[in-house]
Every structure is written in structure tokens, then in C-alpha cells.
């Protein structure tokens, strides 16, 4: 009998996952060290400025705005591969600039606000090109288990990167932390160049065109993909500001220096490490209820943890924030990425990125101006609340279907997970 540990590390049998995943531990932990010196730098330069680091956190996200759906449809037309060392490529010459500057003292806020579009750019092409690269590294079979495993790894990193970030600018200052990243992306390039491309799971042929309007459409046809889109486009952009709203609440609220901040986050992390290993063991797309259900439980964590009275209540009740979040961002994912035709895969993926980070600039400058007004609790509040209306809303419309398919084009390309199964359904299909 396999034991459950073979079971969580399933993917991990295949190679050219392995050589992945090495690769984005060392990387992503390079970027979770960049999000925390980056914030240290602005509010540095700002004197603790919320509406200047929402600002830098808009140009940021600004790029996946307009540009995530193109991106997409190169994803569909060439080799993921090829575009990933690309996009990882400029992505550490981008980190190297901006260290230098700061490291020669020549770093201005405009640097950062510069630096931080054009790294937005890259991450606009990057993103829905590794969410659709992760099904031809295993295949259908195993992609709930590989994506929970990347979201394993992200988190794994999440957790090391802030606290040791937090270190190092304490020990060395925000530019060692910049140039530490830039040298990590190479990790990434270096284990795609090392993969058998022959034993990618791709589809026979890519489309000569791959218009961004043809997977809208496949996907505004497909109401088990539309409402589980929608309450990810509203959390999103209001309830998924922790980048903001973690670095105020610890410096404002706590008054707490840049380890102390670096804890919090790494608390954070940890709870979402710990949700991405449970969804491990998830073996099908996962059922309507349980993405609501873990939006509306995100939602509250959220709430309670604006209101934490001290600093370490605040570090529990983010960890159980963490997990919250994460479980809802990885059903969402699963039940969208395993009910797309494949042919379709990169541009509603592209339209996850676009609805789940692209809005986050609207979000940002909306969340940056309250809680600079009324204080980092009222960011995670505000957070919070909204995801929870958005929850009650995509339960009540899901409810008001009866839970029923519109019909025949919503017959999902992956088998519901048995252990999934929502209590509002009469029979196996989702709506």
C-alpha cells in the first residue's frame, strides 16, 4: 500500500517537475526577499507612506492588467519553455539594476516606481505561462497534485525569504537583498534548460492564432467556470492586498523593525505552506461549495485578524489567514484550470492572472488610501468584508441555478474529486 507522504509527493516522481520545482524554491525565495527589501525601501524613502507604497505596488500589478490575456495566447501559440528562461532572464537583470542603485545610494522613489512596471511587465508573460507549463510537466492526472506542490514550494519559500530578508537589511542593508535575488533566478533558467523537452505532456499541434476573445468566450459559456472567475476577480483585487497591508500593520500598528515585520509575514506563509500541503492530496476538480465555502472562511480570518489586539495575536491569527487564503486561491485554480479544454488552457489561465492579480492596482491604491487614512486594520477589514460579500453573492446566484450544468459545453476535462462533493448538488455534475 503506498503511504500517504508518496501520495502529497506524487509529481515529484516525474523529472522534469523535480528539476522545476528545485529551480522556483531557490527563485521564489529570491522574490519574497525583493517584496520585503522593496517595501523596507519605500516606506524608507516615504517616511511610511501608505498611498506611496500602494502606488509602487499598482505599477507593479499594472502590467497583468493589460497586457496578461496577449500573453496568454503566446503561451498557447509557442514553447512555454523557451518563453520561462526568457521572461526569468530579464527578470534578474531587472533585480541587478535596482540593486546597483541602491547600493550606490542612487536610488530614488521614481527608481522603484520604474523598476517595479518593468518587473510587472515580465511577470505579465511569466505568470500564465508557468500556471499552463505546470500541466505539460505531468499531465491531466496529476495537475491538482503538482499544483498544490508548487503552491507548497512558493510557500515553503514565502516562509524563508521575508525571514531571512529580514536579516540580511538588518545585517546588510535592502541591496544585498536585491542583488541575492537577481542571482536566484538563474536557478529557475538553469533547470528548464536541463528538462527533456520530449517528455513534455503538449498538445499535438499549437494554433497558428490563438485570439485572447475565443478563450473569453469558452469561458463566459461555462457558468462552472464564470462564478468561481467572478469571486476571484473581487477577491483579488480587494481581499489580496498582504503586501500592503502586512508591512503598515507591522511598522504603524506595532511599531515593529524589519525582522519583526519579516515574522509576521513568514506567519502568513505558514499557513498558506500548511493549506497547499493539504491540497495535496486532492485527486479531482474540486466541487462549487468548497470554493465558496473557503472564500467566505478567508474572509472572516481576514476580518478577525484586522482586529487582533496584539502582536501575537496577530501572528496566529495570520498564519490561520494564510491558510484560508491559500485553500480558497488553490480550489479556485483547480476548478478553473481542470474544467478548461486544454486547447483554451493558457488563455483562461491568462484570464485567472488578469481577474486574480491584474486588478490588484485598483485594489492597492484603493486599500494604500484607506488604511493611510484610517490605519492598517481598516486595509484587512475592508479586505476581509469584501470577501465575504463577494462569497455571499457567488453562493446565492450558485444557489439560485440549482447548482444545475447550463448545459452540454460545461461538461468538465477533469473527473470531480470524490471527496469534494457539494452538499447543495442532487446529482454528480457541477454546475
Partial sequence: MRSPLAGTLQSLSVRNFRLFAAGQLVSVAGTWMMVVAQDWL????????GTALGVVTALQFAPLLLLTLYAGGLADRHDKRRLLMAANLVSGVLALLLGVLVLTGAAGLWHVCLFALALGIVNAVEVPTRMSFVSELVGADLLPNASALSA??????????P??????????????????????????????????????????????????????????TRRDLLLPMVLVAVVGMLGFNFQLTLPLLAKTEFHADAAAFGLLTTAFAAGSLLAAFVTTRRRGRPAAGVVIGSALAAGILQCAAGLAPTYAWAAVLLLCTGFGSLYFAQAANHRIQLGTDPAYRGRVMALYTLVFQGTTPLGALLIGALSERYGARAGLLAGGGATLL??????????RTGGHRPGASSVPYAREDPHAIDPHLTRRNTP
Fill in 152 to 161: 507548497a514550494y512558493f510557500n515553503v519559500a514565502r516562509v524563508a525569504g
Fill in 42 to 49: 519605500v516606506l524608507f524613502l516615504t517616511g511610511d507612506s
Fill in 390 to 399: 463577494a462569497a455571499l453573492a457567488v453562493l446565492a446566484a450558485h444557489l
Fill in 163 to 220: 525571514a531571512l530578508a529580514g536579516l540580511l537589511i538588518g545585517w546588510f542593508g535592502t541591496a544585498t537583498v536585491m542583488l541575492l535575488n537577481a542571482v536566484s533566478y538563474l536557478a529557475t533558467v538553469a533547470a528548464l534548460r536541463a528538462m527533456r523537452p520530449g517528455e513534455l505532456h503538449r498538445s499535438k499541434r499549437r494554433p497558428a492564432r490563438a485570439p485572447v476573445m475565443d478563450g473569453v468566450r469558452h469561458m463566459a
